[in-house]
């Protein structure tokens, strides 16, 4: 089939083999990537209209026991710089960011012990009893089906957990062998069995992908089919075993953003921070080609620069109110109104109406 049959087929909610995504991601032209994003983007509007959900991010904590060879807070990095932010302080945060309007925390951090189950549980019910109505994201890592159980019961409503390549040999090559994909997607299950809306996501352009790789990761989420999907251009760390690889690209991630909008029509995509790093108007041309979520930074500022995942990162000089007038103006200039609503998955406000 050529590639514009496929795109055809997809957008008629027809499904593509492994070797039909495989054809589409490895070769497209232009006018091929012209209808991928009229239709992602007409998809996105019958589910969401020009509506961009805002979470608001708390990076808690830059400490992590694991060593990804991609990631800037792996413990080998010697020379990232490591804080933990107290519950007093996690609380402002979100306080913060409830007065410029924001209505879903995204608490993200390393792996890091040092927030046992019993931390974290009273962290989650002290937001949800000091701020109304909110909702609750946690981005904590792998955890037993029992963690993630007791965070739920404590009031968390939705895991970002990134699945990061379905391709099990590929995911060898991007951590170390204390960690497997096999480990990681039982994780999605249980977070998904628990009821949770589920966040995965892998990265775009990281070391040794292939187009039949990134292939794989759409039928991993056709399988899973997560809530939400966040995913964003690989960019090198300088000291981490990756530092030499090329990042990822713009043109890429958008193409795989349109295709998981067409694949999951109605799942919560977010334009992201790395998107914005490696292209001033990365944000802006995801949302035009599917996405639906913007994730700004609510962290102190004094903290932001030692949550470096990879170098360069932006948002990370500007105060939390600066940053939401910044995406503010940069949605309008495209055509899309920020909302602070709770920002539901569409097929979870079916299912549970
Ligand atoms: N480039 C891009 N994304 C990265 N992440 C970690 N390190 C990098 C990097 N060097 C992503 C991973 C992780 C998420 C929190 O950040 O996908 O799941
Ligand atoms: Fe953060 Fe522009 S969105 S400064």
């Known amino acids: 089939m050529k590639n514009t049959e496929l795109i055809e087929k997809l957008y008629g909610g027809g499904s593509l083999t492994l070797d039909e995504y495989t054809c589409l991601i490895a070769e497209h032209d232009e006018s091929d990537c012209e209808l991928l994003y009229q239709y992602a983007d007409e998809v996105r509007n019958r589910w969401y209209g020009h509506d961009v959900y805002l979470r608001g991010l708390v990076e808690f904590s830059s400490c992590c026991k694991n060593d990804c060879y991609y990631c800037g807070l792996r413990k080998s990095n010697k020379k990232a710089k490591r804080y933990r932010l107290t519950k007093e302080q996690i609380l402002e945060c979100c306080h913060e960011g409830y007065e ?50 007791a965070y739920f019961d ?91 690889f090329d990042s990822g690209t713009t043109e890429l991630t958008v193409f795989m953003i349109a295709l998981i909008r067409l694949t999951l029509p109605k799942a919560n995509i977010p334009a992201t921070t790395a998107l914005a790093t490696i292209d001033p108007r990365g944000r802006e041309k995801g949302i035009c080609a599917g996405a639906n979520v913007c994730m700004p ?57």
């Open 297 to 353: 930074n609510l962290s102190p500022l004094d903290i932001r620069k030692k949550y470096m995942l990879y170098d360069e990162k932006v948002c990370t000089g500007d105060e939390s109110a600066q940053c939401r007038a910044c995406l503010q103006r940069r949605l309008e200039s495209v055509g899309f109104k920020p909302v602070v609503s709770i920002g539901d998955c569409a097929c979870w406000n079916e299912s549970n109406a």
């Open 154 to 244: 404590a009031g968390a409503d939705r895991y970002l957990l990134r699945h990061e390549t379905a391709d099990f040999e590929h995911y060898s090559k991007l951590h170390p062998p204390s960690l497997s994909a096999k480990r990681r997607q039982q994780c999605l299950y249980d977070l998904m069995d628990i009821g949770y809306q589920v966040g995965t996501g892998f990265m775009v352009g990281s070391p040794f992908q292939t187009a039949w790789n990134l292939a794989q990761d759409m039928i991993f989420l056709r399988t899973l089919k997560p809530h939400m999907v966040g995913i964003g251009p690989f960019i090198a760390h300088s000291d981490t075993p990756f530092a030499s």
């Open 100 to 149: 410029l309007g924001y209505r879903t925390f995204v608490l993200q951090s390393g792996e890091d012990d040092f927030y046992t189950d019993e931390k974290i549980c009273d962290i989650v019910s002290s937001i949800k009893r000091e701020i109304d109505g909110c909702a609750i994201t946690l981005s904590i890592g792998e955890k037993s089906y029992e963690s993630y159980k």
